[in-house]
């Protein structure tokens, strides 16, 4: 298999390859609580791009008593057995610069069934150049900051009565209702079925429990595009809500047209303003960015869905995993309030 970034050596940067062994180091003995010799682990990777294959070094010096399977150079049949002696609680890594593919075999989904630990890092190939030291920085796993500020959030979340999110000039989102039970990605995987998942870490997300209660005018300045790239206009975009609907957008562009065309063309005519995620990951920021929309999903600060899709909640006119689009767009964010309570301004989190 082949990708524009493919070379029969990828180059790679050994300080770079240091620092991701030290940041995967922390996520793997402090978030999974894998040791090393103890307990079995798999790492399946490819090296098409930078990025891949400096995780792939950096694995190899964390994991040094791990099995590595080079997709590419492996059968489905191959991949599949390395998966076959491991135990409840062993590891799998995935470290892709596309995202694997096994026939039938839904990777991630079908490991969690065997109670594995899965670490995923998809779409490595999106992001090259400058943005390979960003997503390496990413890794960090700072325990305190994640655990602390992510639960604290949650706590408020699922208490507050209301909420909004003040875009600035004038721009405020309102939130008039409570919100479905916060959701958490922030290493701490006590309370959890499955441990693991994609990373980055670093996001609590929510949605209001009532439609109705979602109005007011929002301010973005990056949105995934109709690639799963992050899409950075000129000028920020104007979202006029009215009961978690679009029925409006200032300063559009035609690659946000397009985006919004594509929603309505499959969902009723209708754009629904879904997910409150709210970012906790310091590595990416207004300013600091990387191409791919998912790994960018953890930017500190506030996103929001659009589209009818969510495979977490369930309203009574949207079944949970109805619906083809959950799209992430970025908001300029002055500040967050949950009842009276304000929990991020200038850019951080001040709980």
Same mark, same amino acid.
């Given at each position: 298999?082949?990708?524009?970034? %493919?070379?029969? *050596? ?21 978030? &999974? ?24 070094? =950096?694995?190899?010096? =964390? ?10 150079? %492996?059968?489905?049949?191959? /991949? ?44 490595? +190939? ?32 699922? @208490?507050? %009565?209301?909420?909004?999110? !003040? %875009? ?11 919100? *479905?039970?916060?959701? #958490? ?46 899409? $950075? ?12 609907? /679009? ?16 929603? $309505?063309?499959?969902? +009723? ?18 300013? $600091? ?14 996103? #929001?869905? #659009?589209?009818?899709?969510? +495979? ?10 109805? +619906? ?5 767009? &970025?908001?300029?964010?002055? @500040?967050?309030?949950?009842?009276? !309570?304000?929990?991020? $301004? ?6």
């Amino acid at each position: 298999m082949s990708s524009p970034c %493919s070379t029969l *050596e990828t180059p790679t940067n050994p300080a770079l390859i240091t620092l991701a062994q030290a940041h995967l180091h922390d996520v793997l003995t402090i978030a &999974f609580e894998h040791i090393d010799g103890e307990q079995q682990a798999v790492v399946v990777f490819d090296t098409r791009c930078e990025l891949a294959a400096t995780l792939a070094a =950096a694995y190899r010096l =964390a994991l040094p008593n791990a099995l590595f399977i080079d997709f590419d150079a %492996s059968t489905p049949e191959q /991949v599949l057995a390395a998966f076959a002696p491991l135990a409840a609680k062993d590891l799998v890594v995935l470290v892709q610069s596309t995202n694997f593919r096994l026939e039938a075999f839904r990777i991630r989904v079908e490991l969690f069934k065997r109670g594995l630990k899965v670490i995923e890092h998809p779409h490595l +190939g999106r992001m090259v150049g400058d943005e390979v030291p960003i997503y390496v920085d990413s890794l960090a796993y700072d325990a305190a900051y994640y655990r602390g500020v992510g639960h604290t959030l949650k706590a408020k979340i699922d @208490s507050a %009565s209301r909420g909004l999110v !003040d %875009s600035g000039d004038g721009n405020v989102l309102h939130f008039a209702a409570p919100f *479905e039970s916060a959701k #958490l990605n922030i290493g701490d995987y006590s309370q959890m079925n499955n441990i693991g998942g994609q990373f980055p870490l670093g996001e609590v997300f929510t949605e209001t429990q009532d439609f109705a209660a979602v109005n007011g005018r929002i301010r973005i300045f990056v949105f995934g595009d109709t690639r799963f790239r992050v899409n $950075r206009p000129a000028l920020p975009i104007t979202l006029v809500v009215e009961a978690s609907q /679009v029925v409006d957008v200032i300063d559009s562009t035609p690659e946000f047209d397009a985006m919004l065309a594509m929603i $309505r063309a499959d969902e +009723g005519g209708v754009v629904w303003v879904r997910e409150l995620g709210l970012g906790l990951n310091r590595a990416f920021s207004f300013d $600091r960015t990387v191409s791919d929309i998912g790994t960018y999903e953890r930017m500190c600060g506030i996103h #929001l869905s #659009l589209g009818m899709k969510h +495979g977490i909640y369930a309203k009574p006119n949207i079944k949970r995993g109805e +619906g083809k689009y959950h799209i992430d767009v &970025f908001a300029i964010t002055e @500040s967050v309030q949950f009842d009276d !309570d304000i929990v991020y $301004r200038d850019g951080a989190w001040v709980i």
